[in-house]
Structure formats: C-alpha cells, structure tokens
T-cell receptor, first 116, second 111 residues
Framework: EPEVTQTPSHQVTQMGQEVILRCVPISNHLYFYWYRQILGQKVEFLVSFYNNEISEKSEIFDDQFSVERPDGSNFTLKIRSTKLEDSAMYFC??????????????FGPGTRLLVL | QKEVEQNSGPLSVPEGAIASLNCTYSDRGSQSFFWYRQYSGKSPELIMFIYSNGDKEDGRFTAQLNKASQYVSLLIRDSQPSDSATYLCAVKETSYDKVIFGPGTSLSVIP
C-alpha cells in the first residue's frame, strides 16, 4: 500500500539554526500539506501546496517557513531560524480526490523536532 | 475563526459496546469531513471520510453527517481494546485547501 514517508524521524537543533524536513508524498496525489502538533495539543495546519505553489497557509506559517517541491517527488519544509516554540511533531500529508467524490488525506509518520 | 469542537473525554466504554464520538464545526460551507485515529506518539490514521449528509458505513465504523446541524459523528461498533486511541475530527473548508482539526476525543475500551 502506498504511503507517505518523512525524514528524518527525529531532529535536534540549536535555536537560530535552519532545518529542512523532508517528505515523499504518495505518487499520484496532487495536494500536499504540512501540519504540526505540539506535544499534548491538537494538529495544526501550516500550509497546503498544489500545482507547485502554496494554495493556503495559516498564521503560523510566517516568513521563517518555506516549502518546496524541488524534484517532483520530494516535498520539503524549511524553517530558517528555529525558535524554542518550533519544537513539535511535524507531519506531512498528501491528498487525492476520489472519482466517486470525496477526498482522502494520508499522513506520514512525522518528524519530531526539538529546538534547544 | 473557524472551529472544530470535540468532547475531550476520556470516553470509556466496555469491550463489545458501541462508542459514540461527536464533532461540531463552525463553517457552514465545509464540504469534506474526516475521522482520524491517533495512537500516542504516532501520526493520524484516516479511518473514515464523508461528504454527503447521512450515514456511511465501513466495517465496524459508521460516520454520520448532518450539515444543517453542523454535526458529524463516528460510531464504533463492537469496540475492541485496540480501538483505544484519540479520535480526531477534521473538516476541510470550502474552496480552500485548509483542513482544520478538532482537539480530539480520547477513547478507552475496557476489556
């Protein structure tokens, strides 16, 4: 069964450093997402990406964040200058529209980011 | 601010019983509704999606959608201890790609 993969599974970084989180969405999916989940809190939408551009972003997704689909398979989230409050689990997801109607969105296993 | 609300629980049911999980949403124009299961430390796992009013059944799971009441529910029949997890309701906004999650309901199935 196709699945979304993410690397690395864990990342520890120093405050102010740049991190890049990587995702490989399901190959025939067209919509890609990044979410984060701070420990004990709800899943928060960061950004959606369609047709090689951002289609929607939340207020969390400020100038420190960027996304890219550099080669048609990978989908990356870059945080330019990490803050302590960026510590969270980051999930990538991809979505497909179904022929009979409706949509399915599948999550990757996540990258746990710890900013020290 | 568009919101998705769920009872945080914990909801405890005995093994074999029906678990009923509820969700309300504020955006009347929402089109797609998802139920995810999340085990501690793991990523959300899609178990149901629904976009038409009424019921949708898949195995032991039934999703119910009432757009007029802005309400979506999930019934789990013959609950098993392995169903113990947090259940997340998620709503996709009209014309946008943003998916908004509720805070989740913790379910505990007691053997």
């Amino acid at each position: 069964e196709p699945e979304v993969t993410q690397t690395p599974s864990h990342q520890v970084t120093q405050m102010g450093q740049e991190v890049i989180l990587r995702c490989v969405p399901i190959s025939n999916h067209l919509y890609f997402y990044w979410y984060r989940q701070i420990l004990g809190q709800k899943v928060e939408f960061l950004v959606s990406f369609y047709n090689n551009e951002i289609s929607e972003k939340s207020e969390i997704f400020d100038d420190q964040f960027s996304v890219e689909r550099p080669d048609g398979s990978n989908f990356t989230l870059k945080i330019r200058s990490t803050k302590l409050e960026d510590s969270a689990m980051y999930f990538c997801a991809s979505m497909a529209e179904l022929a009979g109607g409706g949509e399915t969105q599948y999550f990757g296993p996540g990258t746990r980011l710890l900013v020290l | 601010q568009k919101e998705v609300e769920q009872n945080s629980g914990p909801l405890s049911v005995p093994e074999g019983a029906i678990a009923s999980l509820n969700c309300t949403y504020s955006d009347r124009g929402s089109q797609s509704f998802f139920w995810y299961r999340q085990y501690s430390g793991k990523s959300p796992e899609l178990i149901m999606f629904i976009y038409s009013n009424g019921d949708k059944e898949d195995g032991r799971f039934t999703a119910q959608l009432n757009k007029a009441s802005q309400y979506v529910s999930l019934l789990i029949r013959d609950s098993q201890p392995s169903d113990s997890a947090t259940y997340l309701c998620a709503v996709k906004e009209t014309s946008y790609d943003k998916v908004i999650f509720g805070p989740g309901t913790s379910l505990s199935v007691i053997p």
